[in-house]
């Protein structure tokens, strides 16, 4: 199996479409656009496929330029520290990609709309979590903004609370 030319990409980037490529490590599917991202900054590398695959597209991945921890990617299970509470949503520090912890920051936000499946208006973010709360999650999407990498997350529950009155927590949904 031979290598094609290696190029320089970084979080974020334009990799190619799914029609064309699948996502192999440090990329990932983009769902909405079914586009391949890369998730990390590193060298890109397309790897031709096997003659007997029965998916003839070719696998590009990413390497990175330094030894680096889990990156998390959508669909994965992460836990984070909850770090700020507001009215419409709850940021948290990723602490663990699966069962690895993370070695580079990573921020998520946790959104009114993803607490709960039913009467959304109705989640109050400030009785729901507290700032330490650990939760576990689901990461829907990877969002590279210009300051920081951030991550949303839904279909969580949170670990360790840090609420004083558990009468006040909102009942979650563990996730599947």
Partial sequence: MQKEEEEMVTPGEILGKSTDIKPGKGAYLSRDTNTVYASITGRRSVI??????????????????KAHGPVPEPGCVVIARVTKVMARMASADVMCVGSKSVREKFSGIIRQQDVR???IDKVDMHTSFRPGDIVKASVVSFYLSFFANTTYIYNFYVVINQTFNCSNVVSLSPLT
């Fill in 48 to 65: 031709p496929p096997s003659p007997e695959s029965p998916d003839q597209r070719p696998t590009v991945e990413v390497i990175g330029h």
């Fill in 117 to 119: 499946a039913t009467e």
